[in-house]
C-alpha cells in the first residue's frame, strides 16, 4: 500500500455525493472481490473455457467467425485460420496445403509480409476444425513461421459478474457536460467494439460516430438485452475524453459486440490508423496466445506502428497472474521496449490516498506502468443489461448515461489521455514517447506494475 502522485491535469471529481460514491465504490469492490476469488479457486484458465463455452453458444446461429480454443493454453484462435510470415508460398507447397489441408493463401492488405491460410470447405475434404493448433505445429515442422490466427478478447477473459453499474449525476443534479474545447493532436486511435449510434446531449463523444465504426450493441443475438462487451470503445473513448477533452479521437471498430476480435482484423486497423495519421493507438484488448509465442500478426502491426513513429499503449489483461498477456507483452520484446506501453491497474486501498496493485491485474517485469482501473467513471451506451450476465440486480441505462466499470481496459486509456493532455499543452514535446516519459518521472514504482500515477478520480 503506497502513496502515489496525482497527474497535475487530472480532472476534478465529477459531482457526486458521499453517500453515491461510497456505495458505487462497494458494489464495485463486491464485484472485484468475487473475481479475485474465482480466480484463485477455479483458475484463470477454467474461468476461460466457461467462457469461450458461453461465447461459442451465443455465436452458433450467427455469421461471425467461429473459434476454438487451444486445449494447452486457453487461448482462442479463429477456425481454420494460420498465418505465415515470410515471402509468398513456393508452388509445390501450395500444393500441398490445399491437398493435405483444405488450405489456400490469402494476402493481408496493409501488412504484405504476412499470408493467411484459409480452409476451404470442400464435401469430404480434410477439415481442421478442432486442430487448427495442432496442425499449425505440424507445419512449423516444415520450417513455416507459422501460428494459428488468435481471436483476440477485449482487456479480459471476461468481466467480473455485474459488469458496469450505474454512475453519472443525481436527478436535479446538472449534467456533466463536455467543456467547450478545440480538438487538435496528436491523434489517438482507439481499436475496440465501437461507439454507440447515440447523440449524447452533454457533449461527450460528439461526431466520433461514422458508418463503420457503429457498436451494434446487441447484435449476438439480436434481442432486448446488451452484449458482453457492449459499450466498451464507448467507454474508452470517454476516458481519454476526460482526461484531454480537445483530444483527436479516431474510433476503430475491430471487436463485435462480445468483445471479439479477429487478430488479423486488428492488426489491419492498427496499420490504416497509423496510416492515417495517428500517433497513438489505444488497445483495451489483449490475449495469451498459443504455445506462449508472440502472435506473429500483431507483431506486425506494432512494427509498422514503431516504424512510423506511433505509440502503442495497451491493457495489460484481467488475468490476476505474471503470464503475459499480448500485444502488452511486447514492452518486453528485444525492439518494441519505446514503442510499446503496457499498463496494469491499481485499487484504492483504505482511504483515498492508497494505491494498491490490483489482484486482479495482470501483472509482472513486462507491465511499465498503472494507474487506477477498480472502478472507473465513463460514458455508457443505451440499453439493458442482460439477466444471465448480472443476476443480482440488472440494470437500465438512458440517454447520455454514466457508469463506473472495472478493468485494465480502462486504465490504458487514461495513460493515453495524460500524454495527449501534455503535448497539447506543451508544443516543445516532440513525440508520445516523450510525453509519457514526463508522466512517469512522477509516478511511484509497485513491484509488478510499474510506474504508478493517479489520474481520473474512482
Keep these: 500500500m503506497v502513496r502515489i502522485s496525482t497527474f497535475r491535469h487530472a480532472p476534478p471529481e465529477r ?16 464485484q472485484m472481490e468475487r473475481w479475485v476469488a474465482a480466480i484463485r479457486g477455479e483458475g484463470i484458465r477454467a474461468l476461460a473455457r466457461a467462457d469461450s463455452e458461453l461465447l461459442s453458444r451465443r455465436r452458433s446461429d450467427t455469421t461471425l467467425q467461429r473459434f476454438e480454443p487451444d ?6 484462435v479463429a477456425s481454420c485460420r494460420l498465418v505465415v510470415r515470410g515471402g509468398p508460398i513456393d508452388e509445390p507447397l501450395r500444393r500441398d496445403l490445399a491437398a493435405g489441408y483444405g488450405l489456400h493463401e490469402v494476402g493481408v492488405p496493409g501488412l504484405p509480409e504476412l499470408r493467411v491460410l484459409e480452409e476451404v470447405a470442400v464435401a469430404g475434404g480434410p477439415t481442421l476444425r478442432n486442430r487448427t493448433c495442432s496442425v499449425a505445429r505440424e507445419l512449423r515442422g516444415r520450417e513455416l513461421d507459422v501460428a494459428p490466427v488468435h481471436m483476440v ?16 449525476p443525481q436527478p436535479g443534479e446538472p449534467t456533466w457536460t463536455r467543456p467547450e474545447v478545440e480538438t487538435s ?13 447515440e447523440q449524447r446531449s452533454d457533449g461527450w463523444l460528439r461526431g466520433l460516430a461514422r458508418t463503420d465504426n457503429i457498436d451494434p450493441l446487441n447484435a449476438v443475438p439480436v434481442d432486448d438485452y446488451l452484449d458482453q462487451g457492449a459499450g466498451h470503445g464507448q467507454f474508452a473513448a470517454g ?27 486488428i492488426a489491419q486497423l492498427i496499420a490504416e490508423a497509423v496510416a492515417a495519421g495517428a500517433r497513438i493507438v ?11 509465442r508472440p502472435p506473429i500478426v500483431l507483431e506486425s ?6 516504424d512510423a513513429g506511433a505509440l502503442v499503449v495497451c491493457a495489460a489483461g484481467n488475468n490476476g497472474d505474471t503470464r503475459r498477456c499480448w500485444p502488452a507483452a511486447f514492452h518486453a520484446e528485444p525492439g518494441f521496449e519505446r514503442t510499446v506501453v503496457s499498463v496494469g491497474a491499481l485499487r484504492l486501498g483504505e482511504d483515498d490516498d492508497d494505491a494498491i496493485g490490483a489482484e486482479w491485474s495482470s501483472h509482472g517485469d513486462w507491465v511499465e506502468c498503472s494507474t487506477f482501473g477498480e472502478g472507473v467513471i465513463s460514458t455508457y451506451v443505451v440499453g439493458r ?64 506494475y510499474g510506474r504508478a500515477i493517479r489520474i481520473l478520480p474512482v
Design 282 to 292: 489505444n488497445l483495451s484488448l489483449g490475449t495469451v496466445t498459443a504455445d506462449d
Design 71 to 76: 486445449g494447452e493454453s486457453g487461448a482462442l
Design 239 to 265: 476516458i481519454v475524453q476526460q482526461v484531454a477533452p480537445g483530444a483527436d479521437v479516431d474510433i476503430r471498430r475491430g471487436l463485435d459486440s462480445e468483445g471479439l476480435g479477429d487478430e488479423v482484423v
Design 385 to 448: 443489461e442482460n439477466p444471465a450476465q448480472d443476476r443480482e440486480e440488472p440494470d437500465v441505462f438512458g440517454p447520455a448515461s454514466w457508469a463506473t466499470w472495472s478493468g485494465t481496459s480502462f486504465a490504458a486509456p487514461q495513460i493515453v489521455g495524460a500524454i495527449v493532455r501534455l503535448m497539447q499543452e506543451d508544443p516543445t514535446i516532440a513525440t508520445a514517447r516523450e510525453a509519457l516519459d514526463m508522466l512517469l518521472e512522477d509516478g511511484t514504482e509497485i513491484a509488478g
Design 301 to 306: 502491426a506494432i512494427r509498422a506502428a514503431r
Design 153 to 168: 478478447p477485449l482487456g479480459a477473459v471476461k468481466k467480473a459478474e455485474g459488469g458496469p453499474e450505474p454512475s453519472g
Design 15 to 30: 459531482r457526486r455525493t458521499a453517500d453515491q460514491i461510497a456505495a458505487e465504490r462497494a458494489v464495485v469492490r463486491r
Design 185 to 197: 493532436g496528436p491523434r489517438v486511435a482507439l481499436v475496440d467494439t465501437g461507439v454507440s449510434a
